[in-house]
């Protein structure tokens, strides 16, 4: 009987592999483990085995059994996604026509990259608990001017040639300082902030030039605020920017709002050290900078004897020129996409 | 402006250190250096040679090859010079030297023979025009002795200090007042050779003789005071050498010997001066008043000028002779047969000097020195020292009489200022000595009493605008100390939150969500902008309220009224390069002073189809993410106009076309631009753009607000129907009925799809969703309010599709 069990195994072997149908199959596994299956035919015969045999043929019969109805569920699954894979064949999708390979303009999102720049300084600040402010470009004689001590008679005005409106009493912001003032009138020390935003020189344009450009003012006043912590928060700055310690000087410059008052310069080139003449060079001029004058402290209703701070201001366009080695800033201001699609997140 | 070290050297003792590393510190503690120049240097390596033998040429008849000594060596050069003879004493450069023109020699074959270096004429040496063969020098000249020493000829170095910096230092525009700073830093005596003996010594040419000029100062005139003095029996001749090195190593051009002491003396002192020829001048007396209106002046380049009767004039009986602090007259200076003459140093108002100079365009040394705000006080030791070099070089020169002086009362009190170690060590975040800070003071010529706290007199000629408080007294201290020496801290201010400003936020909002959602690319255009392309964009307002008065282009003499006409132009621009793109735009349209808008500006264009429904799609996305309810309108629907878009704007689209109401307010449209706008622009295809006011939005916080609903328990009823809907009209008309039905378990109502039935109706599904938070809804509940939809349909004007 054992061998009858053995051999009907491997006749139920030949004959599932050659089925394709789910039918089939059902009607394959009836003939074999049905109830009336030739698997029940040969058990009829148990009867007149040996104790020793019924020992043997009950495992075993169990076993083939299982085994066939294993093999009965694999091949239905099989049938199964032969079925589907027969239907995906049909449903199949051309994943190779897909943006990077299309030509269907551009596809592209990204930040201009002036303000990616200025939103990385933002945060650089906002991170050591400075607010980010900004104010009108339209504005008046007092915020541009007076209130920085740059009186009228100033030779200061000079430096900065300035758009006037008709009624002669407007004026576009020269700077960013006017945020200066803005910010003091509504706060009372302590207090930091930084003030990004556009300004506008009459001057004519040129690869380096341009009429209307981007500065980031930035100012912190408290008790007891000296030059050292001003040095302290421009290195921080420069490190965070270009994620490493930058080599800074200090030395005197002039500016009406600020005294004392400083150009903050980077060592932008290694000096050969053989080189006397080199020695010295390599310095970009950066940030303009220094302790608040007395007078603006007072314009923005700050009283100058009991604190002091400082203030200093950051070209960005010239920063995202210097990192990018963009060669003329007009690109800037002009919205081709040829240029601002380079800058983008995607 | 370029010093002179040799003029500095006659008053203070340079310490022996790298030229460079001087340039440094003085960059460093006072004033930017452009650059180093070295004068005459190159003499120190020429050397005086001797002839011994002169050979022709093989390959050349006019060159010759000769072969010299300097005593010691030998060498041979090509040259084709027509002064060359045996014996001739002449200039040689070997190879490696840098000869004036930047020309620096190298060994090099003429015409197959090797020359080793040049001998030199004296034009190629910088010392003269004459090209004509070689230099020569005198018989006994030593053999081998470098020119410089031969020649007695003083070698210099310049340092070029940019103007800018020197803005606020009125003191620091002459070699005195340099050696000072020098003096400071390098911790070495100044030698002030302008004593009370020496003051004396010339005083005591005055006499008693009667002075054949007068003067007369308006008082509303520029004049701040004004010293004049007459010198007769001059001679008007060539200046000395020394005269003419000084003035030439700082560029000026010597004339005479008057006119050279009156540039000489301004070099060194910084207070610029004017010589007259006393006989030119008609009359015995000078009047320094307003000139009148629509003058014309003649200045000495021969310029005819028009002057107004704010500028200030010097004149005889007759005609002005001078524009006061700017520029002499073309009729009163100094000529070759002066005899006698008449210097004035004065002092005029600087922002009077400023405004004439800069009307006229005329910036000369004396107007830039004038309208730094000059001391009066250091008036008189000008006229004394300009005396002094005329009696140096006029030995026969005779003082008639003694200064006269009209003008102001002379103050030469100084002011005082209190300060302390501790005010100055707080600005600066040092910890010095007060005596250390009280000698720095004191060699920048500060009298201070006083050991901590102290009392500081100014010198007149810092107190002219640069030093009025302690906190210019900190900087000099600083300065002079060194910011490198100040150590590096971060102060402790107390911590507290801080948060982007709602603006800020709003920025930040827009960048993320349409560079990342709405694949756009940020771009910025200029705020200023010009009546053409607001014509071409057919723009209704031209904005003339915000125009410039000196806009340098009339392309940019406005302020922007729109963002929509900037996008017109960019879009044409990139309409060249892509078939789709989309652009966003966060920026300011000014309105009026003091109303400038924060305008957001989307634009999407296609060449092939329009993008508009993406553009509504976005824009009503973008207002979800902000987190703002918000009705959108078409144009019949619309209850009030949006200001960003002129109602008779033509570029307007005749269908695609929503304005956007937020809070009651409509603040912006979505549109697609009229083919007409578009074709000006040469822009072909569609383009939509999005204009959005979010100002008020920038001032406080919009808070998105999340609001949790429990999911309902049981299963909600769907029912499809179709419709049909005229083609004149949205499908969305249809889902007006929603409101009549006036159903709570009504729980949505979509448009599953729209298509194209015929000419006169399209077939529009409908899908409605009803569901109750507590029951089942029963099939004859359904039922019912299936055919309570089917029914407000009808009435509303929709069939059935049967």
Known sequence: MLDKIESLWTEFQKEISSLEKQADVLNLKAKYIGKKGLLSEIMKGLRDASVEEKKQIGPKSNEVKNIIEASIQDSLKNIQIKEINEKLDKERIDFSLRDSNMDQGLISGGIHPTHQIQRKIEDIFLSMGFEVLDGPHIETEHYNFEALNIPETHPARDMQDTFWFQDKKHLLRTHTSTIQIRGMEERKPPFAFVGPGKVFRCERTDATHETCFHQLEGMMVGENINTGHLIYFMKTLLKEIFQKDMEVRLRPGYFPFVEPGFELDIRWKKPDPKDEEAKHSGWLELLPCGMVHPNVLKAGGVDPDKYTGFAFGLGLDRLVMVNYKIDDIRYLHKGDLRFNSQFSHF | ?802
């Open chain 2, 1 to 802: 402006m370029l010093i002179s070290l040799n003029w500095i050297k006659d008053f203070v003792n340079l310490p022996e250190v790298n030229i460079h590393d001087l340039a440094n510190t003085f960059t460093m503690k006072t004033a930017e250096v452009e650059e180093v120049k070295k004068v005459n240097s190159h003499l120190e390596v020429i050397r005086v040679v001797e002839i011994t033998e002169i050979a022709k040429h093989p390959e050349a008849d006019k060159l010759n090859l000769v072969t010299f000594t300097d005593g010691s060596n030998t060498a041979r050069v090509v040259c084709g010079a027509p002064n060359v003879k045996v014996g001739l004493k002449v200039p040689y450069a070997k190879i490696g030297v840098t000869l004036p023109g930047g020309f620096t020699l190298e060994p090099k074959k003429i015409r197959g023979v090797l020359s080793e270096g040049m001998l030199c004429s004296a034009s190629e040496l910088g010392l003269g025009d004459g090209a004509s063969g070689l230099m020569e020098l005198s018989n006994d000249a030593p053999l081998g002795e470098n020119l410089k020493t031969h020649l007695n000829i003083n070698s210099d170095t310049l340092i070029d200090v940019d103007n800018k910096s020197l803005t606020h230092r009125p003191d620091l525009w002459g070699h005195f007042g340099l050696a000072r700073e020098f003096s400071a830093i390098y911790e070495t005596p100044l030698n002030d050779k302008f004593s009370e003996s020496w003051k004396n010594n010339l005083e005591s040419k005055f006499n008693s003789d009667p002075n054949p000029i007068n003067l007369k100062v308006q008082p509303e005139s520029s004049c701040l005071g004004f010293w004049g003095l007459s010198v007769d029996n001059i001679t008007v001749s060539e200046s000395p050498q020394w005269m003419v090195d000084r003035l030439e190593a700082v560029g000026l051009r010597s004339i005479n010997n008057i006119v050279d002491i009156s540039n000489y003396v301004m070099i060194e002192l910084g207070l610029p001066l004017h010589i007259y020829d006393r006989d030119l001048i008609n009359g015995n007396e000078l009047k320094i008043h307003l000139a009148k209106e629509n003058e014309k002046f003649t200045t000495l380049d021969e310029m005819e000028r028009t002057l107004l009767d704010t500028d200030t004039v010097i004149s005889d009986n007759d005609k002005a002779l001078v524009l006061a602090g700017v520029m002499g007259g073309a009729n009163s200076g100094v000529q070759d047969n002066s005899k006698n003459i008449f210097i004035e140093v004065a002092n005029w108002k600087a922002e009077e000097v400023r405004k004439t100079s800069t009307r006229l365009g005329l910036r000369t040394d004396s107007s830039t020195r004038f309208e730094k705000s000059l001391d009066l006080n250091l008036c008189y030791r000008t006229l004394l020292r300009t005396l002094d070099l005329v009696l140096e070089l006029c030995p026969d020169a005779k003082v008639v009489g003694k200064p006269v002086y009209d003008g102001s009362t002379i103050n030469n009190e100084k002011p005082r200022i209190k300060t302390s170690s501790a005010y100055i060590n707080n600005i600066l975040g040092l910890e010095l000595e007060s005596g250390k800070i009280k000698s720095i003071l004191e060699s920048l010529d500060f009298e201070v009493t006083g050991s901590n706290d102290f009392e500081v007199k100014v010198p007149t000629y810092r107190a002219t605008k640069d030093i009025e408080g302690q906190h210019d007294l900190a900087e000099e201290i600083g300065r002079i100390v060194g910011y490198d020496t100040i150590p590096i801290k971060s102060p402790f201010l107390g911590v507290n939150p801080v948060r982007l400003t709602p603006y800020k936020e709003m920025e930040r909002k827009i960048q993320d969500f349409m560079s990342l959602h709405a694949k756009s690319l940020e771009v910025m255009s200029y705020p200023l902008i010009g009546k053409k392309l607001l014509k071409k964009a057919s723009w209704p307002n031209l904005n003339e309220k915000l125009s410039l008065i000196n806009s340098l282009s009339v392309d940019q003499d406005r302020m922007r009224p729109s963002l929509v006409p900037n996008f017109l132009e960019m879009a044409s621009v990139n309409t060249k390069n892509f078939s789709d793109f989309s652009f966003f735009e966060w920026g300011r349209v000014y309105n009026d002073f003091e109303d400038e808008r924060n305008v957001l500006g989307l634009a999407f264009f296609s060449k092939t189809s329009s993008s508009f429904v993406n553009l509504l799609n976005t824009s009503e996305k973008f207002l979800n993410f902000l987190g703002l309810n918000y009705q959108l309108a078409t144009k019949e629907n619309s209850r009030k106009p949006c200001s960003l878009i002129p109602q008779k704007w033509k570029g307007l689209h005749p269908h695609e076309y929503m304005d956007i109401a937020i809070r009651g307010k409509t603040l912006g449209a979505a549109f697609s631009v009229h083919p007409i706008v578009l074709r000006d622009f040469k822009i072909k295809g569609h383009l939509s753009i999005l204009m959005l006011d979010l100002t008020d939005f920038c001032k406080s916080q919009v808070q998105k607000a999340h609001k949790y609903n429990p999911i309902s328990k049981f299963p909600s009823s769907q029912f499809d129907c179709t419709v049909l809907v005229p083609k004149s009209m949205h499908a969305s008309e249809t889902l007006k009925v929603t409101k009549k039905l006036k159903n709570k378990d009504l729980e949505s109502a979509k448009i599953v799809k729209s298509f194209d039935l015929n000419d006169e109706h399209n077939a529009v599904t409908l899908r409605f969703n009803f569901s109750n938070s507590n029951e089942t809804l029963s099939a004859e509940v359904i039922k019912s309010y299936e055919e309570k939809v089917v029914d407000e349909l009808a009435q509303a004007g929709f069939n059935l599709k049967v």
